[in-house]
């Protein structure tokens, strides 16, 4: 196909291919969200050709490949990604290592408009624009953009209520969301969140940035900073204490203060509304029902 | 040494933000390795860092945390050295 949406965090981001012969084929990770939305939150423009990144852009950003295996960070390679000023725009290159038909893509972010490209170098004209790691570059940049937070996290609707249970990695953030999933919870997502402040409420998304994924949302009411422990124990945190914690497991890529003040205020915002507690946890039941009696 | 006379300036390259009573300070690093640092000072910390403004002196500082927090010279001179030294370590005022 040339055009399509998908519907994420409640974004509708429509991808428009623009080469004469380009075939847009989203993973089937990303089925469950796609749209019939006519309207747009953001129109990505897919073409391809050669990345090339002009001279005069300024590099501010790089990022290494690094991977994640049993729970041990191993940098692979110095190159991944690599974000450019360009006056207004911000451009990210970044090599697609699982990505058989395409080698290096380009995305340009226009910031304040609807409107962004990614150029994509295939050979053979068939792209998925949501390739890795282009899903998170443009899921953060949007979110980040627009003063949301982007986290990683595990959320579960239980019982009416929605947590967050955040913290750095081999803290327990996908055991503790598969303890409250085998209670029946439904598990909006174990590793990575997007969060987005409405007057009626604070609410939680998952994203199809991993394995297939039904679009899930869940009302967010309490938030806990986890670790393992011998016994269930929450404590509350203060203002600073809880800005700082959930800041140092957003997703992030702090090279530029607006994009960190946006963050910041919307943190800010957020422990406002949603308190947020240290949560030392047993692995197992029990912290179902600790949860379930804990005072919010 | 931090001499009296000097005149200290928050680094642009930190973004502060008010919590109320604490001042929530990131740098912008354009590292990766560095997303992890983020600071956190309290009420007499904000209280000097909304004073570096670049054009008073620490001893004028000194002074001030002297008159809002009604302490003694010596308490505030230590108040406000403690804190620019640290400041100066992580590179968050220049």
Known sequence: MTSYSLKIADYTIL???????ISLHPSSSQESFISTDTGFDLAVNV???????????????????VEEINGTMIKKSDEFWTVYRLGDYILVRTSC?????????????RPGEKSWDIIMDSSTGIVDPMSYPMD???LYYLTALKGDIFIHGSGVSHKGKGYLFT????KGKTTI?????EEGSEVVHD????IRQYKKGVFMYNTPVYNYEKYRKAELTGIYVIDHGSSNESSPRSCSDAVTSIMANCIQHHWDSGLIG????????????????????????????????DEY | MINLQTVYSRSPRIVARDTGDEIVLVPVTGNIADMKSVYTVNSTGAFIWNLLDGKRTVEEIVTAVENEFDVGGKQALNDVLSFLHDMKVYLIIV
Do not use: H, Q
């Open chain 1, 15 to 21: 991808f428009n291919g623009m080469t004469d012969g």
């Open chain 1, 47 to 65: 073409f391809t050709g050669p990345v090339v990144v002009r001279e005069d852009a300024t590099a501010v950003f790089r990022a290494p490949y």
């Open chain 1, 97 to 109: 290592p699982l990505s058989l038909r395409c080698k290096e893509a380009l995305l340009v972010i």
């Open chain 1, 136 to 138: 998170g570059l443009i």
């Open chain 1, 167 to 170: 913290g750095r990695s081999g």
């Open chain 1, 177 to 181: 969301a598969g303890i409250f999933g």
């Open chain 1, 191 to 194: 590793d990575r969140l997007i």
């Open chain 1, 262 to 293: 946006n963050l910041t205020e919307a943190i800010m915002k957020l422990i406002k509304r949603v308190d947020v507690k240290t949560l030392k946890f047993v692995p197992d039941r029990s912290v179902v029902s600790f949860i379930e009696k």
